[in-house]
């Protein structure tokens, strides 16, 4: 907040002839710390939006907030019913697909932009860009994007909140945006868009670190330097509870 605010008595301070709307975005952490029994947080998306020319949030423009985790390729499997039985069919793969990503608006995305604006700033779960492996079927690809939005949204990884941005003073904004306990560690980013009738007029990016600390830090360095012998205790300690559950069992 107090860098939101310095920054703020500077930007009133820049030269009349300046005539490009500019954009102050603040988010509440910058640091969210993954400890044992992390059940999410909430994070507060926040900043100004200043034009020269007198332009007012809320009534001469939207505004728009997109939040990203970080990206991986991800392999997805359609389920076919065969015989009663759900197995493996079909299946591709995306080589970049967002970990996380949430949209909030100051209203509807429809009533701000068209589609082709709201492919180009992916305003939107519809409007996520993934870069498809191998050859492209476009019937086939949106098929399973449509299978990998739905899972994610099921887990609360995805998400949209087309209301979810409070507009005040015809200049502050604010966004509130949940992330689950279960949201991938690394370097998240939040878009703000100014837009004007159709046309985004201005956009900034704060950046968020989410991070593992403690015993689960430790446990992630050691799985990815030591791999093979993680790999060997996670399977003798299989072995050792399901003994022991075994045994206990035998005593019932």
Do not use: C, H
């Not at 299946?91 to 970990?99: G, N, V």
Request: aromatic share 8%.
């Amino acid at each position: 907040m107090k860098r939101l605010l310095i920054l703020l008595a500077a930007l009133v301070l820049l030269p009349a002839q300046s005539s490009e709307p500019i954009l102050v975005p603040e988010v509440s952490q910058d640091d969210i710390q993954v400890r044992q029994g992390f059940t999410g947080t909430e994070l507060l998306l926040f900043g100004a939006i200043l034009d020269p020319r007198g332009a007012r949030a809320g009534q001469d423009y939207d505004i728009v907030v997109v939040l990203k985790g970080p990206t991986a390729p991800v392999r997805i499997r359609e389920k076919e019913r065969v015989g009663g039985i759900w197995i493996n069919a079909d299946s591709t793969t995306f080589r970049s697909a967002p970990s996380f990503f949430a949209v909030a608006s100051s209203k509807p995305i429809e009533q701000i932009v068209d589609e082709r604006t709201a492919a180009i700033y992916e305003l939107g779960t519809e409007f996520i860009q993934l870069s498809p492996g191998g050859l492209v079927d476009l019937e086939e690809q949106a098929r399973f994007t449509a299978g990998l939005v739905d899972l994610r949204t099921r887990q609360g990884l995805f998400k949209e909140d087309m209301n979810g941005v409070e507009i005040s003073e015809q200049v502050l904004y604010q966004a509130r945006i949940e992330l689950p306990s279960n949201v991938q560690t690394g370097a998240y980013t939040a878009e703000t868009f100014a837009i004007a009738r159709g046309r985004v007029i201005a956009s900034a990016i704060a950046e968020v670190e989410v991070r593992k600390v403690g015993f689960e830090r430790f446990v992630e360095i050691f799985s990815q330097r030591q791999a093979f012998l993680y790999g060997l205790i996670a399977v003798l300690m299989s072995v050792g509870m399901g003994w022991i559950a075994g045994r206990l069992f035998a005593l019932i």
